[in-house]
């Protein structure tokens, strides 16, 4: 089965910018989708189809994905940004798979 | 306001079973794909199952395949999930997902309902 890999953590001064990765082979050829889950609370969405922001996610988040690698890019780091992250992969309609995880920490 | 909100989580026994529901408003619940997403204590995210709009096709990860069953009911805007045969690693917060329009990822959540399997 198709897997996924996140750093586990990551650690950005606020007003920086935070790079997250996923990788996984040939991931750009698949669909990235991107979920915020702050502590406590359930996934948000907050990037699709690679580099598409929902209704109301703020415009400092931005998402790419090529080659293997996925990236989330959070720029202008707030401390409100401080959360777990993870990716998911779309490929077909019948599975899919979510990344392990990267905890952000605004420092 | 979209919303969806899960019930049924519970403490059961090794080799229970419990059915969980997930109560869709705010949205045309019918035409829409669904999803039940766990995460385990300290855990990542696992995609557990998917139904289609219409209940006749529902794929399934393989931990939970033949254990599990996904199904709606679109006049009750209901989704639920059958969950036999529980084992401990089941023990996991579930969420249901709206798989959202064009979008190839799911674009609103529940709050989740807690299910501990244990002796």
């Known amino acids: 089965s198709y897997e996924v890999t996140q750093p586990s953590s990551l650690s950005v001064s606020a007003g920086q910018t935070a790079n997250i990765t996923c990788s996984g082979n040939k991931l750009g050829d698949r669909y990235v989708s991107w979920y915020q889950q702050r502590p406590g609370q359930s996934p948000v969405l907050v990037m699709y189809q690679d580099n598409k922001r929902p209704s109301g996610i703020p415009e400092r988040f931005s998402g790419f994905n090529s080659g293997d690698t996925a990236t989330l890019t959070i720029s202008g780091t707030q401390a409100v940004d401080e959360a777990h992250y993870y990716c998911q992969e779309w490929e077909s309609s019948t599975s899919w798979v979510f990344g392990g995880g990267t905890k952000v920490t605004v420092l | 306001e979209v919303q969806l909100v899960e019930s049924g989580g519970a403490l059961v026994q090794p080799g229970g079973s419990l059915r969980l529901s997930c109560a869709a408003s705010g949205f045309t619940f019918g035409t829409y794909w669904m999803h039940w997403v766990r995460q385990a204590p300290g855990k990542g995210l696992v995609w557990v199952a998917r139904?289609?709009?219409?209940?006749?096709?529902?794929p399934y990860a393989d931990s939970v395949k033949g254990r599990f069953t996904i199904s709606r009911d679109n006049a009750k805007n209901t989704l639920y999930l059958q969950m036999n045969s529980l084992r401990v690693d089941d023990t996991a917060v579930y969420y249901c997902?709206?798989?959202?329009?064009?979008?190839?990822?799911?674009?609103?959540w529940g709050q989740g309902t807690m299910v501990t399997v244990s002796s």
């Open positions: 139904i289609n709009n219409f209940g006749t096709e529902s």
């Open positions: 997902a709206r798989d959202g329009p064009n979008m190839s990822a799911f674009d609103i």
